[in-house]
Antibody
Framework: QVQLQESGPGLVKPSQTLSLTCTVSGGSIRSGSYYWSWIRQPAGKGLEWIGRIHTSGSTNYNPSLKSRVTISVDTSKNQFSLELSSVTAADTAVYYC??????????????????WGQGTLVTVSS | DIVMTQSADSLAVSLGERATINCKSSQSVLYSFNNKNYLGWYQQKPGQPPKLLIYWASTRESGVPDRFSGSGSGTDFTLTISSLQVEDVAVYYCQQYYSTPLTFGGGTKVEIK
């Protein structure tokens, strides 16, 4: 059974960089073909897709955040990470990591999110 | 970006009655080469992450009760709970995975009437 667990500071100061890690257990992050993603949710609001990294190492980011986001993977630790720079109060949210398996359809291999972490609350405040 | 619109912010349904949640995408999420709608439905309860219920618009995820069903194609989709149970009280989100940035609907909160 695959499990994802987010970790990182719960409080970040404005203008600093938010850094989170998602540890994957129950399977290797290198095996299979998956998109490993970050999604966030401000309190009482909806879900916003931040970006993803594919098993191959390729990345896609939400254009609304692209200039501030980096997603990377550390296969030796079975983890992937999020860095969001120059944070403001608007970045306060619960941050989730999630996995989407490739559908296997050539031309458009995206799939739904079948596994999620429990989420971690990050507050941006001085 | 594909905008996902869920017309109802909330919905109150009596126990045992049918709940219908609608979702509309700003452009088609039907991929013509495989005839698949890149549309999923998720259930989120307070303090929990979203849980996948339906994918490809109408395929039920393993372990999801058969009172949950999905329908629709192209730009208009529906999640139906055929007989509402207490444990179904939650917020429901649709999501398109047709193109990046992946996007979610605003959510529909289902409550007991």
């Amino acid at each position: 059974q695959v499990q994802l667990q987010e970790s990182g500071p719960g409080l970040v100061k404005p203008s600093q960089t938010l850094s989170l890690t998602c540890t994957v257990s129950g399977g290797s992050i290198r095996s299979g073909s998956y998109y490993w993603s970050w999604i966030r949710q401000p309190a009482g609001k909806g879900l916003e897709w931040i970006g993803r990294i594919h098993t191959s190492g390729s990345t896609n980011y939400n254009p609304s955040l692209k200039s501030r986001v980096t997603i990377s993977v550390d296969t030796s630790k079975n983890q992937f990470s999020l860095e969001l720079s120059s944070v403001t109060a608007a970045d306060t949210a619960v941050y989730y990591c999630a996995r989407a398996p490739n559908s296997g359809y050539s031309g458009n291999d995206d799939g739904p999110y079948d596994y999620w972490g429990q989420g971690t609350l990050v507050t941006v405040s001085s | 970006d594909i905008v996902m619109t869920q017309s109802a912010d909330s919905l109150a349904v009596s126990l045992g009655e049918r709940a219908t949640i609608n979702c509309k995408s700003s452009q088609s999420v039907l991929y013509s080469f495989n005839n698949k709608n890149y549309l999923g439905w998720y259930q989120q309860k307070p303090g929990q992450p979203p849980k996948l219920l339906i994918y490809w618009a109408s395929t039920r995820e393993s372990g999801v009760p058969d009172r949950f069903s999905g329908s629709g194609s192209g730009t208009d989709f529906t999640l139906t709970i055929s007989s509402l149970q207490v444990e179904d009280v939650a917020v429901y989100y649709c999501q398109q995975y047709y193109s990046t940035p992946l996007t979610f609907g605003g959510g529909t909160k289902v409550e007991i009437k």
